[in-house]
């Protein structure tokens, strides 16, 4: 069965970076699109970042373009969120997501992992 | 301010029937699919309508969805207590070149 496993998330200092990891299995990861999406504590669901299957195109929200990085790993099946210059606003759940048809529905989501940015 | 733009709160008895609606405009509604999220208290999200009115494996045809123009709408009937969760419409934009969602609408099974 499909399965995605979020990592990495914890406590952080404002101006700090992070690196999230979605270890991804029971699908053949390579063909499908991933997404980020977010969601801060008592908030609706907020997108951050679209990568494409083979990782040549990617798409982030204005809120955190030129800050934070989504890549991928194929081979490991992984997919990454590489968070930099973080803000107390990018304090949320931090969901990975399989994007069924490029762009068209997110049928699979991980649990979750919880990044707080915070002195 | 959310591109797509949802009810905040709904609410019905049990056995009843509720839409919520999800409002947009031609770069993403109007030529885009919509799907639509159930989120419980708690857990994360769950694909519950695709393609505008399709339904994943494993969801009941309690649930529907529809499209029409710039417009999506989620019907849920026979309401039960454990449908209480918040749902969220979401699909792409064209024009941002962005994946985008509603605001989210919490309903409530009275």
């Known amino acids: 069965q499909v399965q995605l496993v979020e990592s990495g998330g914890g406590v952080v200092q404002p101006g700090k970076s992070l690196r999230l990891s979605c270890a991804a299995s029971?699908?053949?990861?390579?063909?499908?699109?991933m997404h980020w999406v977010r969601q801060a504590p008592g908030k609706g669901l907020e997108w951050v970042a679209l990568?494409?299957?083979?990782?040549?195109?990617?798409f982030y929200a204005d809120s955190v373009k030129g800050r934070f990085t989504i890549s991928r790993d194929n081979s490991k099946n992984t997919l990454y969120l590489q968070m930099n210059s973080l803000r107390a606003e990018d304090t949320a759940v931090y969901y990975c997501?399989?994007?069924?048809?490029?762009?068209?529905?997110?049928?699979?989501w991980g649990q979750g992992t919880l990044v707080t940015v915070s002195s | 301010q959310s591109v797509l733009t949802q009810p905040p709160s709904v609410s019905a008895a049990p056995g009843q029937k509720v839409t919520i609606s999800c409002s947009g405009s031609?770069?993403?509604?109007?030529?885009?699919?919509v799907s639509w999220y159930q989120q419980l208290p708690g857990t994360a999200p769950k694909l519950l309508i695709y393609?505008?009115?399709k339904r994943p494996s494993g969801i009941p045809d309690r649930f529907s969805g529809s499209k029409s123009g710039t417009s999506a709408t989620l019907g849920i009937t026979g309401l039960q207590t454990g449908d209480e969760a918040d749902y969220y419409c979401?699909?792409?934009?064209?024009?941002?070149?962005?994946?985008?969602f509603g605001g989210g609408t919490k309903l409530t099974v009275l």
């Open positions: 393609d505008n009115n």
């Open positions: 029971g699908f053949t990861f390579s063909s499908y699109a």
């Open positions: 997501a399989r994007d069924q048809t490029t762009g068209t529905n997110l049928d699979y």
């Open positions: 990568i494409s299957k083979d990782g040549s195109n990617k």
């Open positions: 031609s770069s993403n509604i109007g030529n885009n699919y």
């Open positions: 979401g699909t792409w934009d064209s024009s941002l070149t962005t994946w985008v």
